[in-house]
Every structure is written in structure tokens, then in C-alpha cells.
């Protein structure tokens, strides 16, 4: 897709106002077309020493035509509500993540999207099952999929017993463990402190499909055409609804189950994790 053709996607009034009104309170990231020195996709996270975010439609503009001479191409935004996005030190704050919501990756490993689309319906099952249904939707990332709760389906009660963080992560990862593996697609817990998901009605990083969204009684129908660019079919109610209280019996069983998220507990990394990274970098900067 040009580059002219990607600015006219994001011209669309809904296209503007789904990715702000997703994006509000989170922290943004956007994929750009040119690469850098390694020849990867540039990624920009930050505004100068300020996470990047996104509050109206018109930070959509701004962010495209601030970034233009990389070509910005896909927004991102972070499972994470946060209280506040100020200065770096805020995304290395767990306490400052006032909500986050469980999202389950779902990948194909042979390009099969019927394949996708029938584990993201085990994964509504599960959630049914859980006594989560109002408060879930399903959407069509590009290549893969993933299915999410609102944030909001959990109480203050629960949240004040058990960390958001801790909440997103055991959830997902108790729902995982009880979905077939598999028939040639990959379910992954990839919930953490800096992980991003597409937005609502984003472009693909790469593909020419579009992040559409919809609500558990509509996925039996999605088709590859709801995500084509130029005739997408999108149910922007979907994400937006929820019941409060909803996913408490399950945030509280997965919990206890599963326990609290622990940086590396599912795979050694290669780096250290990054909001150690980022207190550590300001403490060498001597930053307040």
C-alpha cells in the first residue's frame, strides 16, 4: 500500500476517532514504513522524553504529520490504563496502571485464517464458560487475531485486591492453558509491562488489512473481506461495551491459579526487562 493510500486511510473521521478513543489513557506506539539503521521498521514510542499518546482525533493527524517523513503506518496501544503519562518513569510504574485488560494472541502457522478463527471461538467458549461474555470482542489484527476483555469488566474490588497487571496476566494465562494446542495456530500470553496491541481500525504493520473489531455473537461470520481496507466491515460498539463486575469470579480464580505476572517466568530474555532499563537510564541521567 503507498504511502498516499495509508494517509487517506487515516483521513476517515471513524478511523480517527476509533484509534484515539481506544487509545486514550494508554500509551502508543506506531510502526512506521521506514527503517532504521538495522533495517527494521522504525517503531516510536516516545514524544521526546514523554511516552507517545493519544487523546482526540486531531493527536491522530498530528502524530502522521509529525512522523511523515517516516511514514507512520500502524498504531499500537498498551493493554494498560494508566493514570498518568508524563515522563518515562510513568510506564516504569506498575503502581500507576490503574486497569489493564487480558488479550489472547492468536497466530496461524500455516496462513490459514479459518484456523484462527476457530480457536478464537474456543477461546469466547472458555470465557462463556467463565461466566464472561458481555465484556469480550474479538479482532482481526492483520495476519492473526486476538480476543480481549474490557478492562472495565472488573470491579474496583477486585482491582483493589489484585493488581491490574497481575489481573490481565492471570487471566489470559489460565484461559490459555485450557484451549486445545495446535491444529496450526499459537496462543500466547504476551501480556507484560510494555506490550502493544493494533488499535481498532489501524492498518497492518505490513498487510493490507485492517484491524477490525466485533462482538462474540458476530464471529461465527467474519470473513478475510471484513478486514479490506477499502470496504471493511467493523462493529465499533464491540469493544466498547462491558459489564462491571463481570470478569471478578474469573480474575479471582485465574489468581489463584496461575499467580502474579513475574518478568521472565515464560522465557529467559535477552535483554533486562524495560522499566528496569528506563529507571536505570534516568538514575545513570540523574533525571528527578
Not at 202 to 218: F, I, M, Q
Amino acid at each position: 500500500m503507498s504511502w498516499d493510500l495509508v494517509r487517506e486511510h487515516y483521513s476517515r473521521p471513524e478511523v480517527r476517532r476509533e484509534i484515539a478513543e481506544y487509545s486514550r489513557g494508554r500509551w502508543v506506539a506506531v510502526h512506521c514504513m521506514e527503517r532504521d539503521g538495522r533495517g527494521l521498521p522504525m517503531m516510536v514510542r516516545y514524544r521526546g522524553k514523554r511516552p507517545l499518546t493519544i487523546s482526540g482525533e486531531d493527536d491522530v493527524l498530528e502524530v502522521i504529520e509529525r512522523l511523515s517523513e517516516f511514514k507512520p503506518r500502524a498504531f499500537y496501544a498498551t493493554a494498560h490504563l494508566y493514570r498518568r503519562l508524563e515522563s518515562r518513569w510513568d510506564v516504569a510504574d506498575r503502581s500507576n496502571i490503574v486497569r489493564s485488560a487480558p488479550v489472547w494472541d492468536i497466530d496461524s502457522l500455516d496462513g490459514d485464517w479459518r484456523k484462527v478463527l476457530g480457536k478464537a471461538l474456543e477461546i469466547l467458549d472458555v470465557l462463556e464458560r467463565c461466566g464472561v461474555a458481555r465484556s469480550v470482542f474479538f479482532k482481526w489484527s492483520g495476519r492473526g487475531a486476538h480476543v480481549q476483555i474490557n478492562p472495565n469488566a472488573f470491579s474496583e474490588d477486585v482491582l483493589g485486591k489484585i493488581d491490574p497487571l497481575d489481573v490481565a496476566y492471570s487471566v489470559t494465562e489460565y484461559v490459555v492453558r485450557r484451549v486445545e494446542p495446535g491444529g496450526g495456530v499459537r496462543v500466547e500470553n504476551k501480556i507484560d509491562v510494555q506490550r502493544v496491541f493494533t488499535t481498532p481500525l489501524s492498518l497492518h504493520r505490513s498487510v493490507d488489512r485492517v484491524a477490525v473489531c466485533a462482538p462474540p455473537e458476530r464471529v461465527e461470520e467474519f470473513r478475510l473481506d471484513w478486514a479490506d481496507p477499502r470496504s471493511y466491515r467493523h462493529y465499533p460498539d464491540s469493544w466498547r461495551r462491558f459489564e462491571r463486575g463481570e470478569g471478578d469470579e474469573l480474575a479471582e480464580r485465574a489468581y489463584s491459579s496461575v499467580g502474579p505476572y513475574i518478568v521472565g517466568r515464560r522465557r529467559r530474555r535477552r535483554h533486562k526487562p524495560l522499566d528496569r532499563e528506563i529507571l536505570e537510564t534516568l538514575r545513570r541521567l540523574g533525571a528527578d
